[in-house]
């Protein structure tokens, strides 16, 4: 009797499912996708899940990488969300990218470490190689000293320019480390010409071929390198990673040999956001040519490892040269100003142009807070990621450049190490200088809503980031809409009427629709006479035997949205 | 039947996107990560990609344009009026690089040819020296069949032909006192051979030549490395800022009856003035190329200073003056249009005289114009320039800037 009952009711529920989804079906024309799975909000992306066996060593021309971008059209360009965040629209740990700063505690002294291992260098370095690519002047070394024979390639300052490559390789590195990417550990260390040996079995690349290293190589090198009072040479010494090398990635596609390598590039939430670090740094050399992908082998597994490097060309240095006036400004080609320069034999003067002169300081070439814009800084030339950058990726990257207060940046210039403690004051003047900008344009680029909570007793609280870093000005209030919310079919269900408040802390309404609610939402507009263009904010929570979990941010931009980029 | 309808449930739950029981994001990613797993493989490049890969790889460009041994691809001749010259050439040189030696022939379009064959020792003492001293021989001949005549002073005007086979052996010791002072002693030997017009000087003379020259430069061109001076010239660069003086003085002794012996002193003097971070430049010139002879002795024509052609004088053909002196100031004003190409607006004044005391302002023959280079860092790896000038309008292409 008891299990025909049951056999009733389960025909029943069943019946009603069927017809519920069919329904539902019919109705949307679609099947629903539900906003949020058991895992949400995902912290760690495990794009080490399968092993990589076969892989390639895909080389990347950078002649081409440049002709891709500028003359073709790659990648995808949709102005879609970016693909790879979370529900809370944050970017999950992968490895591509490990939330540091403003998302973990970062001391200090683990902020300007970075990367590095605690290594001493020796005085005695032997060459073991030519460099084979780039501008840079340098050679690939062994320190004497080292019992592991870690190989190093050791990268020189230009006569003109003493330490500004030097400075802004660690630098940038640091900087780049802090806002979560993988870099690799990068060192100032200084060289005695006279006691650098060469290894019989040093080879460099010519046009001939591969040759040995010879002293003559070793002479070019040292003769154009900058020196310190002492004689000695001061020199980076970038440790050659251990791991497999797998050349580099592009800002579009994927790595078609990484099966975890699913999230096109040019959609990935640190790519996109990483203009604005770009920006901030003016690393206008930031492309695929500047990318390193390892191959990491870690309990058995070999996986991929995504980074940046070679950070040379940051802040005002273009490596041997100060920086150019254009850079950050225009691209290499940008067609419609080269047109009216060149039929206007030159009267046509570009905005940059009017850009103040290198800086007095040699060590810090061009760079400046003078007209910065951080909606209309370029790279050299395109990339796709950088083009499809949306507000909201914006304000990602910037509140990660909020996180860097007057210290933490002053901390990491002084890693450079400057001999000049001027050179320390004006790198960091410039960079507060820029952040400030970065922030009055891109923490208001949006509803700037988030670190959302609700208590145990339904007490609703967020921040607003512009406010916490006085950016724009208080706003007036909010204006919540609480919702029910039935995550099986995307649905909201509004409980009552919106409320106004004036701080960012409100109470969930005690009403019927709230108790047995799976999830419940509420929708922030900010009222704020400056941004009347800001959308609401949904936040979402779901119920849980502790309470309420904030699973959920939405700001609203819909599919479609411009770039940010003007 | 419940069967069914379970099963007609499932498929509407497993549909994509659905929330499966116990399915999670990351179990939707990691599906997505074997799926993939199933296709990814290596894709080797194609195409464009593929090609330039293979020439960044093998460097190309400079295994065929510069390479440190072997053969390779010589562009250009020497000299003005040559033409496009094109031809095989062979260097050797060993991994020190203590000596390069060169051997090269060029032939032009425009039946002219020339071969030249060059022995260079950046570093002549290297230890001793500490790489002051560089020694570079050379070895030349040049064969050209229709070079263009217009007569001998500032208002000459008739046109022919004549041809001019040379043959040069050279030697000079360069000593680089500073990276920005260097001095010079040189010497050869020069037999020229003429066929020509009736009237204009027919046969072969021999010259030995001995020279002195002083360069002092600091104009802003890279910081090549001294492979790069000997070996990898970085030619095409262009300088924005800073000013360059060189004075090279000359003897070419007649070694038959001592006729065509004369000595030629020339100063070349430019500054280069920028302005708007070196993306508008003001680049000026003044070249005097002076000579003087024993008593009766003549300078032969074909060695006389000129006016017109792709260096000075842009709005006149090649060779269009001649005379004992030549005095030419040039005024370039050149801007930036983007890092690959350049524009130039210049003019050009320039004047030959028999004597210095006859140069007159009248007789100063102008070309204006406005010219495209292409090129990076400011130099012209190709140039066409449109001058207006008394005779016309003309067209001159060449490589790298007038001056």
């Known amino acids: 009797m008891r299990s025909d009952r049951l056999r009733g009711t389960t025909h029943l529920v069943l019946v009603a499912m069927a017809l519920a989804a069919s329904m539902h079906l019919l109705a949307l024309g679609q099947p629903t996708v539900p906003r949020f799975y058991p895992d949400d909000p995902l912290r760690y992306d495990n794009d080490r899940v399968v092993d990589i066996r076969r892989v390639d060593d895909i080389k990347l021309d950078d002649y081409f990488d440049f002709i891709e971008n500028v003359f073709l059209s790659p990648g995808d360009r949709r102005a879609i969300h970016a693909v790879n965040v979370n529900t809370l629209d944050e970017v999950p740990d992968s490895s591509w990218f490990t939330n540091r700063i403003g998302a973990r505690d970062l001391p200090l002294e683990a902020l300007v470490t970075g990367p590095d291992r605690p290594v001493t260098f020796g005085a005695g370095w032997t060459i073991v190689g030519g460099k084979n690519r780039g501008f840079h002047p340098g050679f690939r070394a062994i320190d004497r000293s080292d019992p592991t024979g870690t190989v190093y390639q050791l990268e020189v300052d230009a006569p003109a320019h003493p330490e500004m490559a030097s400075g802004a390789e660690v630098i940038g590195a640091a900087f780049y480390h802090a806002f979560g990417y993988n870099t690799v550990d990068v060192y100032l260390t200084e060289i005695d010409s006279t006691r650098l040996e060469i290894d019989p079995k040093a080879t460099i690349r010519d046009a001939n071929g591969r040759r040995p290293f010879t002293r003559r190589d070793l002479d070019d090198i040292v003769q154009n390198a900058a020196r310190r009072p002492n004689g000695r040479i001061r020199v980076t010494a970038e440790r050659f990673p251990d791991e497999d090398d797998m050349g580099r990635f592009e800002y579009h596609g994927t790595r078609p040999d990484d099966p975890n390598d699913i999230h096109l590039h040019e959609h990935r939430r640190e790519l996109r956001g990483s203009r604005v670090f770009a920006a901030w740094l003016n690393h206008d050399d930031s492309r695929a040519l500047n990318t390193l992908v390892l191959r990491h082998r870690e309990g058995g597994r070999r996986f991929f490892k995504y980074y940046i490097v070679d950070f040379g060309s940051l802040l005002g240095s273009a490596t041997r040269f100060a920086d150019t006036a254009q850079a950050g400004r225009e691209y290499a080609l940008a067609w419609r100003p080269s047109l009216l320069t060149f039929l206007s034999f030159g009267l046509y003067v570009r905005p940059w142009l009017h850009q103040p002169p290198v800086s007095d300081l040699p060590a810090v070439g061009r760079f400046t807070a003078d007209g910065f814009d951080p909606e209309r800084w370029v790279a050299e030339y395109p990339k796709v990621a950088y083009e499809n950058m949306r507000a909201d990726d914006a304000f990602w990257a910037a509140r990660i450049v909020a996180a860097f207060d007057d210290v933490r940046v002053r901390a990491i210039v002084s890693k450079g190490q400057y001999s000049d403690p001027r050179v320390v004051d004006e790198l960091t003047r410039v960079l507060l200088a820029r952040r400030q900008r970065i922030l009055d344009v891109w923490l208001t680029a949006v509803n700037p809503i988030t670190h959302a909570a609700l208590s145990r007793d339904g007490v609703l609280t967020f921040e607003n980031v512009a406010v916490t870093h006085e950016i724009g000005g208080r706003p007036d209030g909010y204006i919540l809409q609480w919702s029910r919310f039935h995550n099986e079919d995307d649905t909201h269900v509004p409980i009552g009427a919106p409320v106004r408040v004036t701080d960012p802390r409100a109470e969930l309404p005690a009403t019927e629709a709230v108790r047995g609610a799976d999830y419940v939402s509420v929708a922030v507009r900010t009222i704020h006479p400056g941004f009347p263009d800001w959308r609401p904010v949904q936040l979402y929570f779901r119920a849980t035997s502790g309470g309420w979990q904030w699973v959920g941010l939405d700001r609203g931009l819909d599919p479609g949205d411009a770039p940010a980029s003007r | ?403």
């Open chain 2, 1 to 403: 039947m419940i069967v069914r309808i379970g099963v007609m449930v499932g498929v509407l739950l497993v549909w994509p996107g659905a929330v499966r029981a116990g399915q999670s994001r990351a179990d939707l990613w990691t599906a997505q990560r074997d799926a993939k797993s199933r296709e990814a493989r290596p894709v080797p490049a194609t195409g464009l990609e593929d090609f330039l890969l293979r020439a960044a790889a093998g460097r190309w460009p400079t295994r065929l344009l510069n390479p440190r041994s072997g053969l390779f691809l010589r562009v250009g001749l020497p000299g003005e009026g040559a033409g496009l010259g094109l031809g095989p050439a062979w260097r050797h040189s060993p991994f020190n690089r203590r000596y390069t030696a060169t051997a090269s022939f060029a032939a032009s379009a425009s039946k002219n040819w020339s071969g030249q064959l060059a022995f260079d020792v950046p570093d002549l003492l290297p230890v001793a020296g500490s790489d002051r001293v560089g020694l570079h021989l050379s070895a030349a001949r040049h064969q050209r069949a229709r070079d263009p005549f217009w007569g001998i002073g500032p208002e000459a005007d008739q046109r022919s032909v004549f041809a001019l086979a040379q043959r040069d052996v050279n030697g000079e010791v360069i000593v680089r006192i500073s990276p920005a002072l260097h001095v010079g002693l040189a010497g050869g030997v020069l037999s020229s051979h003429t066929t020509s017009q009736p009237g204009l000087l027919d046969g072969r003379i021999t010259h030995v030549r001995v020279g002195a020259s002083l360069s002092f430069d600091q104009r802003n061109t890279l910081p090549a490395t001294r492979t790069g001076r000997h070996l990898d010239p970085e030619a095409l660069d262009g300088a924005s800022t800073g000013r360059f003086l060189r004075v090279d003085w000359s003897r070419f002794s007649d070694t038959g009856t001592g006729a065509f012996s004369f000595d030629r002193t020339s100063v070349d003097l430019q500054q280069y003035l920028p302005f708007l971070h070196g993306h508008r430049v003001l680049a000026l010139r003044a070249l005097a190329v002076l000579t003087s002879v024993d008593g009766d002795a003549a300078v032969p024509f074909y060695l006389m200073p000129t006016l017109g052609g792709s260096r000075v004088g842009r709005a006149y053909p090649t060779f269009r003056f001649r005379d004992r002196h030549l005095l030419a100031a040039q005024v370039e004003y050149r801007y930036v249009v983007n890092p690959f190409m350049h524009g130039a607006v210049f003019v050009d004044a320039a004047q030959v005289a028999p004597r210095l005391g006859d140069v007159t302002w009248a007789r100063v023959r102008w070309s204006t114009g406005v010219g495209l280079r292409l090129g990076v860092r400011g130099g012209a790896a190709f140039r066409v320039d449109l001058g207006f000038g008394r005779d016309g309008v003309r067209l001159a292409t060449g490589f790298g800037h007038a001056f």
